[in-house]
């Protein structure tokens, strides 16, 4: 996951994402969590203004696995979709 960095001390994958403002913020948080259910994965989040920190690892499992990529994937193409009015 190249645009995703390993925590520090911690088997997960985290990533900033800056908006315009607090409605694209929350318009982006709304469609990843629609994903997030449709593939059973759910992130941590922390949202402030236009700020998205996202953090991502699979907690039954102990740590990072395939889940975590491919939601990773997913939360990537969402984004794209709003780079273009940041």
């Avoid at 900033?16 to 948080?29: G, H, L, P, R, V």
């Avoid at 998205?52 to 939601?71: M, P």
Wanted: aromatic content about 14%.
């Amino acid at each position: 996951m190249p645009t995703w960095e390993f925590v520090d001390g911690v088997d997960a994958i985290h990533k900033n994402f800056n908006f315009k403002d607090f409605q694209q913020a929350f318009a982006f948080m709304t469609e990843v969590a629609a994903e997030a259910e449709n593939q059973n994965h759910h992130p941590e989040w922390f949202n402030v203004w236009n700020r998205v920190e996202i953090r991502l690892s699979t907690h039954d499992s102990g740590g990072l696995t395939q889940k975590d990529v491919a939601l990773a994937n997913t939360i990537d193409q969402i984004f794209k979709k709003y780079q273009q009015s940041v």
